[in-house]
């Protein structure tokens, strides 16, 4: 089976990691894929790079890499074309004539709130069947008149060994004796890094590192000088070992003011990690406030260094915590089940192409 996956960028959000899972499992398997997306980018191995123009949320790109993204499907010859999130749909829609020339579908892995009603009604002009990447995407669909085919959870492999917390301490330059909070996801608004900062505040005997990178590094630099906190925070960028990271730490944050179904959360979770999260869309869905993890008003860096410290004074809550989390990824949300479970859509849609 060939599957051409179409995405705007393929970095290190969450919805990259999917399509890298996806990837890596298929080709194990025998299946064939490429990716196409804007940029000059370095895929997997055995992956091709279709370029595509940036769309930059600009209606007059959307043309061009619809023609631009007919070329690769008459080219690659893929069995089904799946796009990622809304601007992908309406390029692979307008490219594959809405799945007549060849059978196309989108995941939706989160959009912005304010963007609920333009991304419902853009997707029913699409025509293509419509995957949800979790529970609150499923339901926000639903409730702006667009009716998911599926939703196929995002899933999580098995967890690495955690890193070493003494060689951790030393890299960054931090003090023995201090906690330590990790907070991931590109440094942009939505994720609310601010808010994890602004709580280091209220939290003197811990640090707090952010793994990620973005736009908003030197708004956060900015912050933290202010707030005179550059001896226990952290910016160190995308890493590579970051499962391994999350792994060491005392606490997990997600700040975020919506989500999709963050793989951040799901991987703390795994490692048994007691995480605390905003009580938003996307996020409410997963942690079960009490029981695998705490939930707090968005927007609220008091009540967020509140939860963190509850759970940093009691290692009993800390453990509980954890061991419910770790139970519920490996019972709800594994990879495998991700894997199987699209494959099978593949094959279904692939079974339609027209001869």
């Known amino acids: 089976m060939r599957i051409l996956h179409v995405i705007q960028e393929f970095g290190s959000g969450g919805a990259e990691q999917v399509v890298r899972q996806l990837c890596t499992a298929g080709l194990t398997a025998g299946d064939e894929f490429a990716v196409a997306c804007s940029g000059a980018t370095v895929l997997l191995d055995g992956v091709p790079h279709l370029p595509l123009p940036m769309l930059h949320?600009?209606?007059?790109?959307?043309?061009?890499?619809?023609?631009?993204?007919?070329?690769?499907?008459?080219?690659?010859n893929p069995d089904v074309v799946h796009a990622h999130n809304p601007g992908m749909a309406a390029i692979t829609a307008l490219a594959t004539l809405r799945g007549a020339v060849r059978p196309g579908m989108v995941t939706i892995h989160g959009v912005r709130p304010a963007d609920d009603i333009a991304t419902s009604r853009l997707l029913r002009c699409t025509g293509l069947p419509v995957v949800a990447c979790g529970a609150g995407v499923a339901a926000t669909l639903r409730a702006h008149g667009t009716e998911p085919l599926r939703t196929i959870v995002n899933g999580v492999g098995p967890c690495p060994r955690p890193a070493a917390i003494a060689a951790l301490r030393r890299e960054w330059g931090l003090a023995s004796g201090l906690r330590l909070i990790v907070s991931a996801g590109r440094l942009m608004p939505q994720k609310r890094h601010d808010l994890a900062i602004s709580a280091m505040v209220r939290l003197p005997d811990a640090a707090l590192v952010i793994l990620g990178d973005g736009t908003l590094r030197p708004n956060l630099e900015r912050q933290i000088e202010e707030l005179g906190l550059s001896g226990r925070v952290r910016l160190v960028g995308a890493r590579t070992d970051a499962r391994a990271i999350l792994g060491a730490a005392d606490v997990v944050v997600q700040p975020s003011d919506w989500e999709g179904l963050p793989l951040v959360v799901l991987e703390a979770m795994s490692a048994a990690r007691p995480v605390v999260a905003t009580r938003v869309r996307g996020l409410r869905e997963l942690v079960r406030d009490g029981v695998d993890g705490l939930l707090v008003p968005p927007g609220d860096a008091r009540a967020l260094a509140a939860a963190v410290a509850t759970i940093l004074t009691d290692r009993n809550l800390a453990c509980r915590?954890?061991?419910?989390?770790?139970?519920?990824?490996?019972?709800?949300?594994?990879?495998?089940?991700?894997?199987?479970?699209?494959?099978?859509?593949?094959?279904?849609?692939?079974?339609?192409?027209?001869?």
Do not use: K
């Open 321 to 355: 915590l954890g061991g419910a989390a770790v139970a519920r990824i490996e019972s709800e949300f594994s990879e495998t089940a991700m894997i199987c479970a699209y494959r099978t859509l593949w094959l279904s849609l692939a079974s339609r192409r027209p001869l």
């Open 57 to 76: 949320r600009r209606p007059s790109q959307v043309l061009a890499a619809s023609w631009r993204l007919r070329d690769h499907v008459r080219d690659w």
